[in-house]
């Protein structure tokens, strides 16, 4: 693979003018040298820090719904767990699109269970990057329909402090400390710490229910080893931890509509625990012609998700999800839901305690040439990863009645799921910019080697003896080319691209990887904000989860379904006028079914040929505007979702159509300090955003939330 690399500086010639180098510290996937100073892979996205804070949302689903060709589905109003697809992908948690944090993997465990609980609180990013189409060659493993990069601050050299403080609906309190110090003439060190939390909106009886406590924070370090801006070295620790009265457990249609507030009495005790701890190495050396990068990272996860499984009335156990979506047939279990009910019944809550670690290490190396009129620019990179999803659960039995729940029988330790998923894998990329005049032609291709392991103990394998231990193994090797042409005039870019997409298809024997092709068109302004993109996706095979998040049973199985079809229409559309700003963005979709087939995936179900795909609007549409005046600064955003359906077998769009309006008022005090208030949902309109995990819920109240801003 780095072969091409290095014949290529063989041939360079001595006396070559090369561009100046580029910075590395922020670890950017778009950041071209000067020459080109553009990522030329397509319709990709940056969002400033300005743009991520503007309406002071925590929710990265509503923050990012906003972009051209991106879904979010709001599952809790705070944010907590992000659901994000793009150009057509599925949104369930994120499975199916990568995270990275700084060009590194960021989920839990990418590969083993990219499905995983972690979101990450985008207070502290300076941007974020979106890429789409054939720049997912440089990301990977997913690759349909694009990847996320949340970007850490890298400072600017200077020594600094900011503070946030900010208050609002629902007891909701939030703090932020972030800065930067020089110890010495080559050092930086950034850092910051975060706080959020609420009393919730929801409520179970008389009770205030779905609060949280979250708690966010870094450090950074960043050292030149000399003073001529070669070697840099780099040390991220960054932690998480959330403490959240959430549940799985959802409302029937009617109760989400006529009270939308209202949590059944059985998920009194659901509650959610995260801790996260990311440690990462990185060294760079750059170069007169590019950069050599090595990144180490490793990042702890644990989470028990201890939460409502199913009730037994006296016949027997019947899962949450089966209970909601037929409560006509379960009159006593659904009344003992609710807590109606009289006689005795029993509910199972289960812990869902796991563990997940990853690891590796990956390298970049980036440079360029120039022959005459020709510049020549080379990226390569390698990664060898491992990660895994350990699962140690046990389930507690309650007797429930009328405002009792009381513990009856407490779990066995692995009873409940006694198992460790792990995945290692060897990924590889390389591609070449060839740019001649206003043409640039960019051409390369991503390698996966997979190879995906389960260990099951069994449920009376507490101690891991291993002694009727079930074993299995899945292995995938592919090839992921991918082509874009881009061409540029004075006012105006156009591009072109195509690529193979993928995701890992889990250690399942006989289930194989989703594969698909996908392609993108567009034009682009030089300088102002004004993109159109035509996307098509063919998906040769569909892969769907057995995942209780998605309303299954929660064996976290993969398996293979049909073959489907995606394409449709991004664009963004931004004018300036003396003080004022605006910009509107939309994103049009057709995602269906090619052929018929029968699933147990309670997302898809029956499926018909034609039939469309669960949580993917036909229409999506922003529109933003801000005005400034003197000191103030005034803001509304609108935003709009076409229906949906909540599984591809329903004949009707069960998820109705949306207006969302949210606006921010800011005063600046002095040039350091600052005043806003922002409102969310500012109509207060309460539509049903989903029907998983099991059963409706609906979008979050109006919020104002106060807060003070001020830098040193």
């Given at each position: ?64 719904q906003n972009e051209p060709g991106i879904y979010g589905q709001q599952e ?423 690529h193979r997409g993928f995701t890992p298809a889990g250690s399942k024997e ?199 801003n001020a830098s040193l």
């Amino acid at each position: 693979m780095i072969t091409p690399l290095l014949l290529s500086v063989l041939l360079l010639p001595t006396d070559t003018i090369l561009p100046p180098p580029v910075e590395l510290e922020s670890i950017t996937i778009t950041a071209q040298s000067n020459a080109t100073n553009e990522h030329i892979s397509g319709a990709g996205i940056v969002l400033e820090r300005k743009a991520i804070q503007a309406f002071d949302q925590t929710d990265a689903n509503t923050i990012l719904q906003n972009e051209p060709g991106i879904y979010g589905q709001q599952e809790d109003g705070w944010g907590l767990r992000m659901n994000i697809g793009i150009r057509g992908t599925g949104t369930l948690r994120s499975s199916r699109i990568t995270l990275m944090e700084d060009g590194i993997l960021t989920a839990p465990a990418a590969y083993s269970a990219p499905d995983a609980y972690y979101t990450p609180v985008i207070w502290k990013y300076s941007h974020i990057e979106v890429l789409k189409g054939a720049a997912q060659i440089v990301t990977g493993p997913q690759s349909t329909g694009g990847a996320l990069n949340f970007i850490t601050p890298v400072g600017d050299e200077k020594t600094d402090m900011h503070f946030t403080l900010a208050s609002g609906a629902f007891d909701q309190i939030k703090g932020a400390i972030s800065g930067e110090v020089l110890p010495s003439e080559r050092t930086q060190l950034l850092f910051g710490v975060f706080h959020h939390e609420a009393s919730g909106f929801h409520t179970i009886g008389d009770n205030r229910g779905g609060g949280f406590n979250l708690n966010d924070g870094y450090l950074k370090l960043i050292h030149h080893l000399d003073n001529k801006d070669i070697h840099h070295l780099e040390v991220l620790l960054a932690a998480t931890s959330e403490r959240s009265e959430q549940t799985y457990l959802g409302t029937t249609f009617s109760t989400a509509l006529s009270a939308p507030n209202e949590r059944y009495f059985s998920s009194s005790n659901d509650e959610m625990t995260m801790d996260r701890l990311m440690t990462r190495l990185g060294y760079t050396i750059n170069l007169k012609q590019g950069f050599i990068r090595a990144d180490v990272y490793r990042q702890y996860v644990h989470r028990n998700w201890y939460k409502l499984n199913n009730i037994d009335a006296g016949n027997g156990g019947v899962a949450i999800a089966s209970i909601l979506n037929d409560y006509v047939d379960y009159p006593t279990e659904f009344k003992a839901m609710k807590g109606e009910h009289s006689d005795t019944a029993i509910a199972e809550l289960k812990a869902n305690n796991r563990y997940y670690l990853s690891q590796g290490v990956q390298f970049r190396i980036q440079f360029t040439q120039r022959f005459q009129n020709i510049l020549l620019k080379h990226e390569a990179g390698l990664r060898f990863h491992y990660d895994h999803a350990d699962r140690f659960q046990h389930s507690d039995h309650y007797f429930i009645g009328p405002n009792i729940f009381s513990l009856t029988q407490a779990g066995i330790a692995g009873a409940a799921g006694n198992r460790i998923d792990y995945t290692t894998a060897q990924s590889g990329y390389h591609r070449s910019t060839l740019s001649f005049k206003n043409l640039n032609l960019q051409a390369g291709y991503r390698t996966e080697n997979i190879q995906a392991f389960r260990m099951d103990y069994g449920a009376n394998d507490a101690s891991r003896s291993g002694e009727n231990i079930k074993a299995r193994i899945n292995n995938s090797l592919v090839f992921l080319p991918g082509l874009s042409l881009n061409y540029s005039t004075q006012k105006w870019r156009s591009y072109a691209g195509i690529h193979r997409g993928f995701t890992p298809a889990g250690s399942k024997e006989g289930v194989l990887p989703e594969l698909s092709l996908c392609s993108e068109a567009g034009i682009q302004h030089v300088k102002l904000p004004i993109n159109l993109t035509l996307f098509h996706s063919a998906y040769d095979r569909l892969l769907g989860s057995d995942a209780a998040s998605a309303g299954g049973s929660g064996s976290g199985e993969l398996f293979n379904g049909g073959a489907a079809k995606v394409y449709g229409l991004e664009g963004q559309l931004g004018k300036s006028y003396k003080h004022q700003e605006i910009r509107a963005t939309i994103t049009a979709t057709q995602a269906y079914f090619i052929e018929s087939f029968s699933s147990e995936f309670d997302g898809w179900g029956e499926v018909a040929a034609g039939d469309f795909m669960p949580y993917i609007p036909k229409l999506q549409c922003a529109f933003q505007h801000s005005l400034e005046i003197r000191r103030w600064t005034i803001s509304s955003q609108l935003q709009y979702l076409s229906p949906r359906k909540s599984a591809a077998q329903m004949d009707d769009f069960d998820l109705p159509k949306s207006l969302v309006v949210n606006g921010a008022v800011n005063y600046a005090l002095t040039e350091n300090v600052t005043f806003k208030l922002s409102i969310q949902n500012a109509t207060n309109t309460r539509h049903i955003v989903a029907a998983r995990p099991a059963g409706y819920r609906t979008f979050a109240p109006r919020m104002a939330l106060l807060s003070i801003n001020a830098s040193l």
